[in-house]
């Protein structure tokens, strides 16, 4: 148990990150938030809660400012809340020579151009890449490459400004999105990255370490609209059992990905893409995966990431001494994205109650509301059973309420 005076920083204490302040308080540490920036957008500072903090600290990219202001609270250690948080942390942690995992490759944990070339080198599979802001140097690559292609910010978050590309104009319109606008994080996106479509099936391992020794906490499969493995983007994703040969060579892949990348310290969250040559590297963040996803394994009886990331700042032996763990699941999980028929203004929601009437629903979140513009996502439901038919026949159900109309959306002048 910690003690009532230790102090944790938590750089951009949003969407888990929020969770991660709760769940330290609950073991009695005070939490300090550092925002790393004034322009990440109100709506990706969810769960933010400033009554959980002893103080919050708006950094102004003078680092020994932030620095200063941090001391008087003596942190024992500076971790980063959310994607945004990931290289401030870093050089915080050093400056105060804290345990890090340090800055020697924070950019490369955040740039997926950086990521994939430091992968690469270390001997992991990794799509083919580049970078470029010129759109003739893209298209010549891919002209090489071949279609389809996918193209999305260096430093993208989620699926913002994500494009699977099969033309030369495809790629222009997306090169032209990607450049013109700023990252859902209210960053200036300064370049294009361009990497082979790969086709087959993704996985994503959630693990916490320390010192360098791992602990796989969930695996999870996403899962493509209709099992298409040309569609883009996914609109399901399952939690899976820990044991399976699967799972060894995922986790066996994920924590080499950690290796190469330098995280020594924290969670991370790898999505690899499982080709007929075997794992592929799609990304790795230094960071809680988002949401509920961070709890739902210890809601199904499993290793939490949150709980073995509370143990790794202030009971790191205690971690250690529980790195064999292998529960069984006493429940499956989903997550099934709701998703309206095409972009545009939304007009009318209906069939809600059906779904707050499925037997395995454990939550649902819709925030668009009439008026709202969506994209291909606009809610996420959450099922949880001990039966997977059950689940899978609860999917079935809302994939029917989708057809019938879930998300009425107004077609986009022209079209």
Excluded at 115 to 137: D, K, Q, V, W, Y
Excluded at 168 to 186: F, K, V, W, Y
Excluded at 235 to 248: F, I, K, S
Aim: aromatic fraction near 6%; charge should be negative.
């Amino acid at each position: 148990m910690a003690q009532p005076e230790t102090c944790v920083a938590i750089v951009d204490p949003f969407s888990s990150g929020a969770m991660l302040a709760e769940a330290l308080t609950a073991r009695r540490a005070t939490c300090v938030a550092i925002l790393s920036s004034p322009d990440i957008p109100a709506f990706m500072r969810s769960g933010f809660d400033p009554s959980i903090f002893v103080a919050i600290i708006e950094h102004g990219n003078d680092l020994g400012a932030t620095v200063d202001a941090l001391r008087r609270y003596a942190p024992l250690r500076v971790v980063a809340g959310f994607e945004s948080g990931v290289i401030l942390a870093d050089r915080l942690g050093e400056e105060m020579s804290l345990v890090t995992n340090g800055t020697t490759l924070s950019e490369a944990r955040r740039d997926k151009y950086l990521m994939l070339e430091t992968a690469r080198r270390s001997g992991l599979a990794t799509p083919r890449h580049f970078r470029s802001r010129n759109i003739e140097s893209i298209l010549a690559w891919i002209h090489e490459v071949d279609w389809p292609v996918i193209l999305k910010p260096p430093a993208s978050v989620a699926s913002d400004n994500v494009h699977r590309c099969a033309s030369d104009d495809d790629a222009r319109r997306a090169t032209d999105a990607i450049l013109s606008e700023r990252s859902i994080l209210g960053e200036p996106n300064e370049a294009v990255l361009a990497q082979e479509f790969l086709e087959g099936t993704e996985y994503v391992v959630d693990a916490v370490s320390v010192r360098g020794w791992r602990q796989a906490t969930a695996f999870w499969q996403y899962h493509r609209p209709g099992l298409d493995s040309s569609a883009p983007g996914y609109d399901a994703m399952t939690l899976l059992p820990y044991v399976g040969t699967r799972q060894e060579e995922l986790q066996a892949f994920a924590f080499a990905a950690g290796d190469a990348l330098g995280v020594d310290h924290g969670p991370t969250h790898c999505e690899i893409m499982w080709t007929t040559d075997g794992p592929v590297l799609i990304e790795i963040a230094a960071r809680l995966t988002s949401g509920i996803n961070a709890v739902l394994s210890r809601i199904c009886g499993g290793i939490c990431q949150l709980d073995r990331t509370v143990d790794a700042i202030l009971a790191p032996e205690r971690f250690l001494a529980a790195l064999d763990d292998r529960p069984s699941l006493q429940q499956r999980a989903a997550n099934v994205f709701l998703m309206p028929p095409h972009p545009g203004q939304l007009t009318r929601v209906r069939g809600l109650d059906i779904i707050e009437q499925l037997p395995t629903l454990h939550s649902m979140s819709v925030r668009a509301k009439p008026g709202d513009q969506v994209g291909r996502v606009a809610g996420m439901v959450t099922l949880v059973a001990e039966d997977i038919h059950a689940i899978e026949r609860d999917i079935r159900t809302i994939r029917d309420v989708e057809r019938r109309g879930l998300f009425e959306v107004a077609a986009a002048p022209g079209n």
